[in-house]
């Protein structure tokens, strides 16, 4: 049974940085392609950014890019994500994702999720 936990989400000011983790219980991590997404209020959930199960490929939203880095570490099934220069808009519950088969792209077939960290940037 596939386990995500994420962990690290609170209420910052604008301008300040989190880390979020996600641990995973999975047997053999490095087959995951893992993302993490967020949801803000009245909005869809949308992938800002996810790395493949090797690392060595990575994608970014345009709203996250520069300001945001994901990270994996095979040894200890977690991902992390590296959230600077937090703006309000960046308020959301934040998911982490894994899929196990292949896709040309990051972007699609993430099938399990954690329970989400909620992540509050006040202005």
């Known amino acids: 049974q596939v386990q995500l936990v994420e962990s690290g989400g609170g209420l910052v000011q604008a301008g300040g940085s989190l880390r979020l983790s996600c641990a995973a219980s999975?047997?053999?991590?490095?087959?995951?392609?893992m993302g993490w997404f967020r949801q803000a209020p009245g909005k869809e959930r949308e992938l800002i950014v996810a790395i493949s199960r090797g690392g060595s490929d990575t994608y970014y939203a345009d709203s996250v890019n520069s300001r945001f880095t994901i990270s994996r570490d095979n040894a200890k099934n977690t991902v992390y994500l590296q959230m600077n220069s937090l703006k309000p808009e960046d308020t959301a519950v934040y998911y982490c994702?894994?899929?196990?088969?292949?896709?040309?792209?990051?972007?699609?077939?993430?099938?399990?999720w954690g329970q989400g960290t909620q992540v509050t940037v006040s202005s």
């Open positions: 999975l047997r053999t991590f490095s087959s995951y392609d």
């Open positions: 994702a894994a899929r196990l088969d292949y896709y040309t792209s990051l972007k699609y077939g993430y099938n399990y």
